[in-house]
């Protein structure tokens, strides 16, 4: 059971490039996530996702867009990376309202 | 926007002392509690849900004050490894309001 897996793990980018980064859980919930941390701070939403075919925008949504076409499959795209976005980035799923949430190991993300 | 706060510290504490702290949130219909554990640079993993009962497990206890509007966690016999940041999740259904992260409580065990 491999719980919520992302990739990559690491990546450097250059400004103004592109990359998604990759959220999958094997574990059938209906909700994702994605989160940014940074030194120091909380955990702030990005965007989330309460089904197949679902997006919505959480906290810091600008800069990102995200696509769920598959239950399992949660994607955030950079479309033209900012060093604003240098950040660890991480996915988070759970079943219901109830039930523990999962975490991804971490994208650690660079943009010089 | 529903609120999840604590008090960051950090909390210095020695190495077999008892610590305790709460966490305040504001949407009354909140249906779920969680304390999760944050090591540097790892993912949030986590510790023990809360129950409206109260939970034990082993040195680590959680209870629920639903009146209040508050979770608090005791740690007994704190060891060294119990050094890291302790994060209050609350979950009221999912979504973008559902399910909200306290910015953490920073916890040090010295010797």
């Known amino acids: 059971n491999a719980g919520v897996t992302q990739t990559p793990k690491f990546r450097v980018l250059k400004t103004g490039q592109s990359m998604t980064l990759l959220c999958a859980q094997d574990?059938?919930?209906?909700?994702m996530y994605w989160y940014r941390q940074d030194p120091g701070m909380g955990l702030r939403l990005i965007h989330y996702s309460v089904g197949e075919g679902t997006t919505a925008k959480g906290e810091v949504p600008d800069g990102y867009n995200v696509s769920r076409l598959k239950k399992q499959n949660f994607l955030l795209g950079l479309e033209s990376a900012a060093p604003s976005q240098t950040s660890v980035y991480f996915c988070?799923?759970?079943?219901?309202?109830?039930?523990?949430?999962?975490f991804g190991e971490g994208s650690w993300l660079t943009v010089v | 926007r529903k609120e999840v706060e604590q008090d960051p510290g950090p909390f210095n504490v020695p190495e077999g002392a008892t610590v305790a702290f709460n966490c305040t949130y504001s949407?009354?219909?909140?249906?779920?509690f969680f304390w999760y554990r944050q090591d540097c640079r790892k993912e949030p993993k986590l510790l023990m849900s809360v129950y409206s009962s109260g939970n034990e497990d082993g040195r680590f206890t959680a209870q629920l004050n639903r009146a209040s509007q508050y979770i608090s966690l005791l740690i007994r016999d704190s060891k060294l490894s119990d050094s890291a940041t302790y994060l209050c999740?609350?979950?009221?259904?999912?979504?973008?309001?559902?399910?909200?992260f306290g910015k953490g409580t920073h916890l040090i065990i010295q010797p």
């Open positions: 574990m059938n919930h209906e909700y």
């Open positions: 949407n009354s219909a909140s249906q779920s």
């Open positions: 999740v609350v979950n009221s259904g999912g979504g973008a309001d559902g399910l909200t």
């Open positions: 988070a799923s759970h079943r219901d309202s109830g039930n523990t949430i999962y």
